[in-house]
């Protein structure tokens, strides 16, 4: 850690901040500038509170070398995190696809819809049974109910099944989930990631709709800090001025997360896009920045014209897409030297 | 609403959409263009749930004419809401200052600060007991301590107090907590907005990190829809590009949502820059633009060099800062034709 | 175009609206809804100035239903546009690369690298002559001598050349140039974007740094409503809050664009990332997505510790890059139905 | 200046590095940690450019301890900015009123509005001649003969006039302007800034759309460097994602450049909200932050429908306007201690 002075700090302020630094087991280096004093922080600085550094009269501003994480960190942690669930094996290598339809809402509706995404090579069963949703009128999922639905789909198909958690008092409707998804809303519910670190089922968290990498990380951070250390990323596009997506997709995140962190990272391009004719092109860019799986939404319901979500595809649109995104799995492992 | 289709639309699934909205009691007027149609929707739409039209096939984009927030939406609640909270009034043309120290720390801390803020004329004493932090490992708050040291401050200077709830599980400890804040980071918890909804205590919603006026007024909607009325917005800045300041303060919120809604309009400039000797300008050209109220950090302990927030002001500094923020507004007040 | 007036609009401007667009030929159909009026507009509404009627008092708002630009759009020009420039045919499901060094420095370097990016399959040389700086104490580029460099390494291999032009003042000097680029800064530079409408070489416009499609479309409309109908736009990365990269490559552009506009779309995976190792899986991804073509910094100058730039790819590098990227794309042409 | 070196740098790299710097008289101090190392430059860092050092293949991460900056520096020009411009004095405590249309449309108007505005109290007249559109089919104002309606106004009022020049091909027509103003989207075309740092009169850079301070204090630095030292900084609101203006007014921008730089800085209400009726509180609350002046949109002509701006005030509500400010800059002055 870096602590650039102010020009002229106060003496005495300075010196309480470098005794309190020594106690803390820090050693300082101190170069002086033409017109900045800065101190270099030698040690384990990981558990200083930054803001209280930069808080403090005498100091202008302060950097960090170190990353704030350290579980999530792949320096501490080179060896990458795979995770199974089931027959499900996330990381190291593989591609999984999570695949169904955005809200639950019938039991025929998700029957069919896991029997065919299961046909077309998917691993896990994604379906919405709480939806957060910005406007109180808006259809908030079918709740306990929804979640009775895609534990029968389980059933029927043995596919573990993938669902979001809104609020800690749902937890206990979540025992037959296998992966526990906490929303891009929620990326910062500090209280609800402590609560899913205290618990053993992985918790795959969607970045936040403005989130840098850093605080991503750092909410992965939270849940591992209370022990459970099974956390899957998943990047669902950031909120930029572009209004003809829902949101961009930020697909660079994954070869820096690849850099960053050891946990597997998984791409959502239903959401990003809100458009299903933008899936595809997508879902295979992810594929070739080397994504460790996909999480896309599919619905079967030509029928009823007021549910063919416009950010969902059709079973034959995503079996053709999960034949294309395996072939291009295989392509580029062969590719590779 | 207005509803654009696509060119050529399927004519069973544009009949079928017509019958529906006819069923919902909507009237329909169509425009045919030279390259689209137009569906002009009449009648009550807010409960149309937009995404669900949105998502159709025959649907290129939908806009909305009429506001989806109700309670919160001026048009038909065109009186000021007014908010009384012990002595302090918020609303209506009077101007409330909520200061107070960022974290709650000691009793003799919370007890000099209340005294000194009140001298200076503040209405209402803020404090935080529970903190969110980005990260695990930093500083959380005292927590229900924290909440008792505040009752302790409001019984010795009868100030009523304003803290941070970050989630249900805490509620119970709110009983002598007169207004309870949402953060920025929880403006789109949907199920805690819910549960503030269904209690009698007012709610202050901090805006998101980077929300638009609609999604906080549809957070302020998630509370009024269930039965409580009593909602004020805090506007903390939002995230930009701009990195010399924590965040970038949006004036124009106050006068923009004074045309949208009648509820009441905080601005807190302590958070929202970050830096302490920003704080009074900004005040002041928050107090200009024609805020209820401002929420301002004040610490008081030079001796603890590690506590002085970059944000807080001295009591001195606020008592000079609160003696032209009411000379600012009575002045306005007479400047009024 | 729709219209949407504000409640209980004055008649007489009301009046005066419809008839100064039945001036100009528009047909009008009018919603009387519960709270608002809408008029629905019906003609070749392209050249009205959607600001002015926005701004007036009678109107709330104003949708456009057709797309602001005309030459630019698939919709009246659905073939794509191929761009044959020598020997590189740029659009129509080639793949055009164009590489070579972000500064031209000496003709050794400049030589070395065409050399190389030649012998790997580029089918075009990049370089830059003049250079936007932030600062005006950096570096701004070799400028003519630059210009000449490249021309040379034109004649000894073959490549055609593309390089940036700041300001009209220089055009003189591209001559020799094959395809002219507009930086992300100069992407709303009307004035120059109208000037290089009126002449005959190829326009590479890169996309500013905040823009929307639509922003971007209209600079390309500005060059082809001068006659050029040659322009190529580039996918450069778009300002977020993320700053562990430069910017952030919006991948999603590619297949959006296509679906908008005939024109030619290529990926800098250089600029956006400001790192060599990103440009691997970003280059990957640009043509898992569909992009025409790539716009890639190659340095050779392990020697010279200082302008090896953090972006650019060693030829070795570039090389392995270069082949993997050809083999994707007949592998993605192949796996087409 | 402070250098972040990877984890086990090349000993070869860093000697090049370390020899190079001390070539340019820089020192460096060495601050060996338990996972990197540190480099302290010790000297006139400020022509170092930053990018070729961070391109290192051994370098992290590189970060300025000065400000790149120098003669737009407060430091080191601790005292205000103050143009004198005809009558009309900007910078060192005074408010500078620039008032009139948005675009010159025929000399009675501009005559109209320039009388309107002096009675007011405006200091100068501003008005566009030439109109930077995102639509090539969009008007783009009169152009000379703007101008030309310009001077006749500025002989008429003897108010000097501040008008945009959109290239420099314009310039011979700019003899009889007073202040010429840079757009928000030419806020980096260098070549246009450097040619006005050339030249004698006083240039007016409006903020970029989504610009930092720092990359327009450094646009500033471009005119500076080439000798004109009358640069006046006008923040016009950024890009967010709120919608229901066009831009979001910074207001902190007023007080942090107040601290950055010497040069004066207006505030522009009417382009940053687009909407007359928030033009008044923004405009008071640039004043009560300590802006040196505004520019503001008037217009005077309730005949013609189509070109009452939306974000022009009539002469009247001007008038109430311009008093109130007068007003409350004096009472801001009288507050202070």
């Known amino acids: 850690m870096i602590v650039i002075l102010k020009q002229n700090p106060d003496r005495e302020q300075l010196e309480n901040l470098i005794n309190w630094l020594q106690s803390k087991g820090i050693q300082i280096h101190t170069s002086v500038g ?45 060896e990458d995190t795979v995770i199974q ?40 069963l994604r379906g919405g049974a709480f939806k957060p949703r910005t406007s109180p009128y808006s259809f908030q999922g079918l709740g306990a109910e929804g979640i009775r639905l895609l534990s029968l789909a389980k059933r029927e198909t043995g596919l573990p099944i993938v669902t979001e ?61 209370e022990g459970n250390r099974n956390v899957i990323l998943c990047e669902r596009g950031i909120r930029t001025f572009e209004t003809c997506t829902r949101n961009t997709l930020d697909v660079a995140a994954v070869p820096v997360l690849r850099q960053l962190t050891h946990l597997p990272v998984i791409v959502d391009p239903s959401h990003a896009t809100g458009k299903s004719h933008l899936v595809p092109p997508l879902a295979l860019a992810a594929v070739a920045a080397g994504a460790d799986g996909l999480l896309i939404e599919v619905h079967n319901d030509p029928a009823c014209a007021l549910c063919d979500g416009p950010q969902s595809l059709r079973p034959e649109a995503f079996d053709k897409l999960a034949k294309k995104m395996f072939a291009l799995h295989d392509f580029l492992k062969n590719a590779e030297d």
């Not at 591609?95 to 998917?122: F, Y």
């Open 34 to 78: 033409m017109t900045h004093t800065i101190l270099g922080l030698v040690g384990d600085t990981s558990k200083l509170d930054i803001d209280l550094i930069a808080a403090l009269d005498i100091v202008e501003s302060v950097k960090r070398v170190q990353e704030p994480y350290k579980n999530a960190n792949r320096k501490f942690h080179p």
């Open 85 to 124: 669930v089931g027959n499900a094996r996330i990381g190291g290598g593989t591609l999984t696809v999570m695949a169904g339809p955005c809200s639950v809402e019938s039991e025929e509706q998700v029957l069919a819809v896991a029997k065919a995404v299961k046909a077309s090579g998917a691993t896990m």
């Open 165 to 225: 958690i809104m609020d800690l008092s749902q937890l206990d409707l979540f025992d037959d989930v296998d992966v526990i998804q906490v929303g891009a809303r929620n990326m910062q519910n500090f209280n609800l990631l402590k609560a899913l670190g205290a618990q053993e089922k992985p918790v795959m968290i969607k970045r936040g709709l403005s989130s840098t990498y850093e605080e991503w990380l750092m909410s992965a951070e939270y849940v591992m800090a």
